[in-house]
Nanobody
Framework: QVQLVESGGGLVQSGNSLRVSCAASGRAFRDYAMGWFRQAPGKEREFVAGINYNGDTSYADSVKGRFTISRDNAKNAVYLQMNSLKPEDTAVYYC?????????????????WGQGTQVTVSS
């Protein structure tokens, strides 16, 4: 069983930065890819960033160059550093564990999800 708990969301002004964190419990964390997804009001959940077991990363085009995903296997943690935030980044951000060792942008690849943390970017 795996539990994922996000933290670090909040209200920021456009152009500022925020880092959200995900603490994972359970064994073999380091063997699997992890991902961040987000869901804005009235929209479907979308892939934001993924990190493979070996640290390789991938990003949605909308956040490439602004967001950075990282992991600390010793702490069973995953992070999403968000810079140059825009109002359209406003959403609930979810951490998820993949069934695979490499990340793909498909929610069906992910078998455990956190409860989400709200990020609101004001203009």
């Amino acid at each position: 069983q795996v539990q994922l708990v996000e933290s670090g969301g909040g209200l920021v002004q456009s152009g500022n930065s925020l880092r959200v964190s995900c603490a994972a419990s359970g064994r073999a964390f380091r063997d699997y890819a992890m991902g961040w997804f987000r869901q804005a009001p009235g929209k479907e959940r979308e892939f934001v960033a993924g990190i493979n077991y070996n640290g390789d990363t991938s990003y949605a085009d909308s956040v490439k160059g602004r967001f950075t995903i990282s992991r600390d296997n010793a702490k069973n943690a995953v992070y999403l550093q968000m810079n140059s935030l825009k109002p359209e980044d406003t959403a609930v951000y979810y951490c998820a564990k993949s069934r695979l060792f490499y990340s793909r942008p498909y929610s069906q690849d992910y078998d455990y999800w956190g409860q989400g943390t709200q990020v609101t970017v004001s203009s």
